[in-house]
Protein backbone atom coordinates (compact mmCIF):
# COMPACT_ATOMS: atom_id res chain seq x y z
CA UNK A 1 0.00 0.00 0.00
CA UNK A 2 1.43 3.25 -1.02
CA UNK A 3 2.34 5.92 1.68
CA UNK A 4 0.12 9.06 2.24
CA UNK A 5 1.93 12.35 1.53
CA UNK A 6 2.02 14.68 4.38
CA UNK A 7 1.14 18.43 3.82
CA UNK A 8 0.50 17.73 0.51
CA UNK A 9 -1.12 20.67 -1.09
CA UNK A 10 -4.28 20.56 -3.56
CA UNK A 11 -3.81 21.72 -6.97
CA UNK A 12 -4.41 25.31 -7.70
CA UNK A 13 -6.74 24.03 -10.30
CA UNK A 14 -8.91 22.83 -7.80
CA UNK A 15 -9.54 26.21 -6.62
CA UNK A 16 -12.25 28.70 -8.59
CA UNK A 17 -10.77 31.71 -9.94
CA UNK A 18 -12.81 34.07 -7.63
CA UNK A 19 -11.11 32.54 -4.78
CA UNK A 20 -7.77 32.95 -6.27
CA UNK A 21 -7.75 36.43 -7.08
CA UNK A 22 -9.12 37.36 -3.28
CA UNK A 23 -6.22 35.77 -1.52
CA UNK A 24 -4.01 37.63 -4.37
CA UNK A 25 -5.55 40.87 -3.49
CA UNK A 26 -5.69 39.89 0.56
CA UNK A 27 -1.75 39.21 -0.46
CA UNK A 28 -0.87 42.39 -1.97
CA UNK A 29 -2.91 44.41 0.49
CA UNK A 30 -0.24 43.39 3.40
CA UNK A 31 2.87 44.67 1.34
CA UNK A 32 2.24 48.04 2.29
CA UNK A 33 2.11 47.02 6.18
CA UNK A 34 5.80 45.06 5.74
CA UNK A 35 6.82 48.28 3.75
CA UNK A 36 6.31 50.46 6.36
CA UNK A 37 7.40 47.82 8.95
CA UNK A 38 10.72 47.49 7.35
CA UNK A 39 11.17 51.47 7.11
CA UNK A 40 10.49 51.86 10.99
CA UNK A 41 13.06 48.85 11.59
CA UNK A 42 15.70 50.17 9.47
CA UNK A 43 15.24 53.75 10.98
CA UNK A 44 15.90 52.21 14.49
CA UNK A 45 18.86 50.42 13.27
CA UNK A 46 20.34 54.26 12.35
CA UNK A 47 19.26 55.16 15.39
CA UNK A 48 21.12 52.62 17.41
CA UNK A 49 24.16 53.39 14.89
CA UNK A 50 24.45 56.81 16.27
CA UNK A 51 24.11 55.90 19.84
CA UNK A 52 27.24 53.64 19.25
CA UNK A 53 29.16 56.11 17.48
CA UNK A 54 28.12 58.58 20.30
CA UNK A 55 29.76 56.34 23.08
CA UNK A 56 32.95 55.90 20.61
CA UNK A 57 31.78 52.69 19.52
CA UNK A 58 33.47 51.62 16.45
CA UNK A 59 31.06 49.43 14.23
CA UNK A 60 32.82 46.21 13.29
CA UNK A 61 32.53 44.94 9.83
CA UNK A 62 31.40 41.42 10.38
CA UNK A 63 28.23 40.29 11.85
CA UNK A 64 27.81 43.72 13.40
CA UNK A 65 29.41 42.93 16.53
CA UNK A 66 31.12 45.89 17.99
CA UNK A 67 33.96 46.68 19.86
CA UNK A 68 35.23 49.51 21.87
CA UNK A 69 39.13 51.09 20.88
CA UNK A 70 41.84 49.83 23.31
CA UNK A 71 40.67 46.75 23.92
CA UNK A 72 42.67 43.83 22.62
CA UNK A 73 40.76 41.46 20.29
CA UNK A 74 40.33 37.92 21.06
CA UNK A 75 42.33 35.46 18.92
CA UNK A 76 40.25 33.41 16.23
CA UNK A 77 39.77 29.88 17.03
CA UNK A 78 42.16 28.04 14.55
CA UNK A 79 42.28 24.61 13.80
CA UNK A 80 44.22 22.46 15.88
CA UNK A 81 44.29 25.01 18.41
CA UNK A 82 43.27 22.53 20.97
CA UNK A 83 46.66 22.15 22.58
CA UNK A 84 47.09 18.77 21.12
CA UNK A 85 50.09 18.28 18.96
CA UNK A 86 49.77 15.93 15.91
CA UNK A 87 52.57 13.46 16.10
CA UNK A 88 55.24 13.36 13.02
CA UNK A 89 55.91 10.09 11.47
CA UNK A 90 58.61 9.00 8.71
CA UNK A 91 56.16 7.44 6.75
CA UNK A 92 52.50 6.84 6.06
CA UNK A 93 50.34 4.78 7.85
CA UNK A 94 49.64 2.50 4.97
CA UNK A 95 53.24 2.14 4.22
CA UNK A 96 54.03 1.25 7.49
CA UNK A 97 51.25 -1.00 7.44
CA UNK A 98 52.99 -2.27 3.79
CA UNK A 99 56.44 -2.88 5.57
CA UNK A 100 54.59 -4.90 8.29
CA UNK A 101 52.55 -6.98 6.85
CA UNK A 102 54.85 -8.22 4.35
CA UNK A 103 54.69 -12.26 3.89
CA UNK A 104 52.43 -12.06 6.79
CA UNK A 105 48.79 -12.43 7.34
CA UNK A 106 47.16 -10.72 10.51
CA UNK A 107 43.67 -9.33 12.20
CA UNK A 108 43.24 -5.82 12.91
CA UNK A 109 43.65 -5.96 16.52
CA UNK A 110 47.33 -7.25 15.93
CA UNK A 111 48.14 -5.13 13.43
CA UNK A 112 47.06 -2.22 15.50
CA UNK A 113 49.24 -2.85 18.34
CA UNK A 114 51.84 -4.03 16.11
CA UNK A 115 51.97 -0.83 14.10
CA UNK A 116 52.71 1.16 17.50
CA UNK A 117 55.07 -0.78 18.30
CA UNK A 118 57.17 -0.70 14.95
CA UNK A 119 57.08 3.21 16.47
CA UNK A 120 54.40 4.63 14.31
CA UNK A 121 52.86 7.49 16.63
CA UNK A 122 49.19 8.57 17.28
CA UNK A 123 46.78 10.55 18.88
CA UNK A 124 43.65 8.73 17.82
CA UNK A 125 41.22 7.77 20.45
CA UNK A 126 39.57 5.12 17.47
CA UNK A 127 43.05 4.04 15.81
CA UNK A 128 42.10 0.30 15.27
CA UNK A 129 39.05 2.25 12.84
CA UNK A 130 41.71 4.10 11.34
CA UNK A 131 43.62 0.63 10.71
CA UNK A 132 40.95 -0.63 9.78
CA UNK A 133 40.01 1.70 7.02
CA UNK A 134 43.13 1.55 5.71
CA UNK A 135 43.40 -2.53 4.91
CA UNK A 136 40.08 -1.79 3.61
CA UNK A 137 40.43 0.88 0.69
CA UNK A 138 44.43 0.74 -0.17
CA UNK A 139 44.85 -2.04 -2.95
CA UNK A 140 48.15 -3.00 -1.59
CA UNK A 141 46.33 -4.91 1.13
CA UNK A 142 44.52 -8.06 0.50
CA UNK A 143 42.03 -9.45 3.04
CA UNK A 144 42.28 -13.45 3.50
CA UNK A 145 39.41 -13.98 5.81
CA UNK A 146 37.66 -11.70 8.32
CA UNK A 147 39.58 -9.38 9.67
CA UNK A 148 42.23 -11.37 8.26
CA UNK A 149 44.65 -9.35 5.82
CA UNK A 150 48.53 -10.06 4.25
CA UNK A 151 50.21 -7.11 1.79
CA UNK A 152 49.25 -8.35 -1.65
Known amino acids: MAKKRRGRRPALANYPIAELQREMERRASQVGDMVRERDALLARVSELEAEISAF ?45 LKNRTMGVTEITSAVQKAGYKTNAENFRTIVN ?9 KKISRGQYTAA
Open 56 to 100: DGVLAVRAGTVRRPGRPRKAAPTRGSTGRKRPKNDMSLAEALVKL
Open 133 to 141: QTLIKDARF
